[in-house]
């Protein structure tokens, strides 16, 4: 398993500010993934971040809005820019279990406890 | 492409009452399939998963799944909740190949309690 920590656990912004989310888990990974999860919604990846490059977004997110950083195997951040309220949003950091069942990954994923975003 | 359905949104039930959320997904391949569950002000943490074999798996917390291939379901039960058991709950899917970038999450399920 893994623990990880996410920090600011919530906070308050202001429209056209930008906010930066920390991620630091308790184990060396090689990806970590960012979801957003809009009120009453799912999760919806936003980016898969590797130690060393840049970080793969998915379809609908792009590097200008939410860029990341992953300056090692334990940590990586994510920011949200020029927010607006359609920005409101949990923001989760994940990590993928290490482990294999016959050879193959588990695909269980591991959450932070996720940043609680509200624009105002 | 694969997707996952919840049909249910919001599902009450007294307390010592049994549950069942039900999960369709579709999928090309045997899949491998998630429920998670998020309690408020929480990340999502895993209750239990199924990759082969056995099609009725155990999770923790006393809840337990079922894959029924034929009807591309895999429904969670528990047989009594008790109130700590109030949350959102998520069916997801993948194909235990490729990264977690490709798991999809249903649209969740919200468990309330009935005193």
């Known amino acids: 398993s893994a623990v990880i920590s996410q920090k600011p656990s919530r906070d308050i912004c202001q429209r056209g500010t930008s906010l930066t989310i920390q991620c630091q888990v308790d184990?060396?990974?090689?990806?970590m993934f960012w979801y957003r999860q809009q009120p009453g919604q799912s999760l919806t990846l936003i980016a898969t971040?590797?130690?060393?490059?840049?970080?793969?977004?998915e379809s609908g997110f792009v590097i200008d809005k939410f860029p990341i950083s992953r300056p090692n195997l334990t940590f990586s951040t994510l920011t949200v820019s020029n927010m607006s309220p359609e920005d409101s949003s949990i923001y989760l950091c994940?990590?993928?279990?290490?482990?294999?069942?016959?050879?193959?990954?588990?695909?269980?994923?591991?959450f932070g406890e996720g940043s609680r975003l509200t624009v105002l | 492409a694969q997707s996952v359905t919840q049909p249910d949104i919001h599902i009450t039930v007294s307390e010592g009452a049994s549950l069942e959320l039900r999960c369709n997904y579709s999928?090309?391949?045997?899949?491998?399939l998630f429920w998670y569950v998020q309690s408020p002000g929480q990340g999502l943490q895993l209750l239990l998963k199924?990759?082969?074999?056995?099609?009725l798996v155990q999770g923790i917390k006393g809840f337990e799944a079922e894959f029924k291939r034929s009807q591309s379901s895999f429904n969670l039960r528990k047989p009594s909740v008790h109130w700590s058991d109030a949350a959102e709950y998520f069916c997801?899917?993948?194909?235990?190949?490729?990264?977690?970038?490709?798991?999809?999450f249903g649209s969740g399920t919200r468990l309330s309690i009935r005193p």
């Open positions: 994940s990590v993928e279990d290490s482990s294999r069942a016959w050879g193959r990954a588990t695909g269980e994923l591991f």
């Open positions: 184990s060396q990974v090689t990806m």
């Open positions: 971040a590797n130690q060393g490059s840049e970080a793969t977004y």
């Open positions: 999928y090309g391949a045997t899949p491998y």
């Open positions: 199924y990759f082969s074999g056995d099609t």
């Open positions: 997801a899917v993948g194909d235990g190949y490729s990264s977690a970038s490709k798991i999809i």
